[in-house]
């Protein structure tokens, strides 16, 4: 098995003792319970990361570790940004959740037009947190080091400039009587930005497709059957990370 993540404010430019407390400190002695000799991974999430191994522990929130050259790992490309719209309930969390496990690089909460959910005031910033705790906990699970964007919530005006900038966009969208093509067969970049535009359960409405139409996104699906909100941005980030060869 991998070692552990751990994330940190800040990483040492050389190589250097290194006393890891506080909350993450916490969970590596009292959780994990790792003892001198053991390994760790300690990133910042944004790409910087080292190794180290575990000198001594203290008291039951702080291990003193021994690091490695402190390395910076590049970003992914073709940059794969998900425009989630946004779910009921938890749903929001479960797909910030597998969409960060599988690969994504950005995450965009958008109102759209047929949301139930809607983020507003005290209520939309404690959403929007939870989400970027979601990351960041499922990137350490699926041992990333560099955890994907979770960007303020977007209205469909600014999606649509989202979409206008991009080397690649499809709006997820199955209707039988609107045209689509496959996701599969789609051509494309093998560089720069890629971005999906996933609809709530309702569906993207005529006027947003327009809109995002005429911002360069056209209508992709992705098989026979019909995927929950939830789930949509997770199977199209997986067949893209594989028709790209970033999961080759």
Do not use: N
Request: proline letters at 5%.
């Amino acid at each position: 098995m991998t070692a552990p993540v751990f994330v940190v404010d800040e990483l040492p430019d050389s190589r250097a003792v290194f006393v890891l407390d506080g909350p993450e400190g916490r969970h590596a002695v009292s959780v994990k319970r790792l003892h001198a000799g053991e390994e760790v991974v300690l990133t910042d999430g944004a790409g910087r990361w080292a190794r180290g191994e575990v000198v001594s522990t203290e008291g039951r929130d702080r291990l003193a570790l021994a690091l490695g050259e402190v390395i910076e790992e590049p970003a992914e490309t073709p940059r794969i940004t998900v425009v989630q719209a946004l779910p009921k309930g938890d749903r929001g969390e479960l797909a910030v959740e597998t969409m960060t496990e599988t690969g994504v690089d950005a995450i965009v909460p958008w109102a759209a037009s047929r949301c139930i959910t809607q983020w507003k005031g005290e209520r939309g910033l404690k959403a929007l947190a939870k989400w970027r705790a979601t990351a960041r906990e499922a990137g350490k699970q699926s041992r990333r080091v560099r955890f994907p964007e979770i960007a303020e919530a977007s209205t469909t005006k600014q999606v649509a400039a989202l979409v206008a900038r991009a080397d690649f966009a499809a709006v997820l969208h199955e209707d039988r009587d609107y045209p689509s093509q496959p996701l599969a067969d789609a051509e494309l970049p093998s560089s720069g930005e890629i971005v999906l535009v996933v609809g709530p359960e309702g569906g993207v409405s005529p006027e947003e497709l327009a809109l995002f139409e005429s911002a360069g996104a056209k209508a992709h699906r992705l098989g026979r059957s019909v995927l929950r909100t939830s789930t949509t941005g997770t199977a199209a980030t997986a067949l893209l990370l594989g028709r790209t060869g970033r999961w080759s």
